[in-house]
T-cell receptor, first 109, second 115 residues
Framework: RKEVEQDPGPFNVPEGATVAFNCTYS??????FFWYRQDCRKEPKLLMS???SGNEDGRFTAQLNRASQYISLLIRDSKLSDSATYLC??????????FGAGTRLTVKP | EAQVTQNPRYLITVTGKKLTVTCSQN?????MSWYRQDPGLGLRQIYY???????DKGDVPEGYKVSRKEKRNFPLILESPSPNQTSLYFC??????????????FGPGTRLTVL
């Protein structure tokens, strides 16, 4: 079993739709959680950290469920510019980072 | 401009020919790391460095070497490249303060092909 698993998609949604991605992780001692965004052939960039209480940044909401060992990302009112691959990142140890393989999102007009 | 730079951006080489991919950051970050990205596997950590002269193995260190003689530079060395090291490589850095140090800033990537 992979340490961090994501549905690879692709998710194809119309503009304005709400879409949600889940990510599961295997190490229950994991400390930190993140969502990164990666555009085609570009470097990953931090989208948002995921806090235990859940957090929101504009149209994006991230949730953490430690009991079930998953994190989620909700995107409301999807824009064409949201088309990208979304990477789930888990920090099982202080110096270590584990990336999921990514979920590809395409937002269509 | 705060950034992480990598060189070269693209490289085609042959099996066994030693190569170095350079990585440099101008943000005074303590933590630096190398990843490779392969289809379906996501990013996998090769080596990381907590500070000058401190390096540790990540998930997939075999066939790679690194050094951290200066804070800003973290080169990746392939002593004898093989075709299974064909991949997209990213260097990343992160600030050292524990509150934010896991936010990583990535370089633009180096696409390596080993024939």
């Amino acid at each position: 079993r992979k340490e961090v698993e994501q549905d690879p998609g692709p998710f194809n949604v119309p503009e304005g739709a709400t879409v949600a991605f889940n990510c599961t992780y295997s190490n229950s001692a994991s400390q930190s959680f993140f969502w990164y965004r990666q555009d085609c052939r570009k470097e990953p960039k931090l989208l948002m950290s995921v806090y235990s209480s859940g957090n929101e940044d504009g149209r994006f909401t991230a949730q953490l469920n430690r009991a079930s060992q998953y994190i989620s990302l909700l995107i409301r009112d999807s824009k064409l510019s949201d088309s990208a691959t979304y990477l789930c990142v888990v920090n099982p140890m202080n110096n270590d980072m584990r990336f999921g393989a990514g979920t590809r999102l395409t937002v269509k007009p | 401009e705060a950034q992480v730079t990598q060189n070269p951006r693209y490289l085609i080489t042959v099996t066994g020919k030693k190569l170095t991919v350079t990585c440099s950051q101008n943000m005074n970050h303590e933590y630096m790391s190398w990843y490779r990205q392969d289809p379906g596997l996501g990013l996998r950590q090769i080596y990381y460095s907590m500070n000058v002269e401190v390096t540790d193995k990540g998930d997939v260190p075999e066939g790679y070497k690194v050094s951290r003689k200066e804070k800003r530079n973290f080169p990746l060395i392939l002593e004898s490249p093989s075709p299974n090291q064909t991949s997209l490589y990213f260097c990343a850095s992160s600030p050292g303060d524990r509150g934010r140090w896991n936010e990583q800033f990535f370089g633009p990537g180096t696409r390596l092909t080993v024939l």
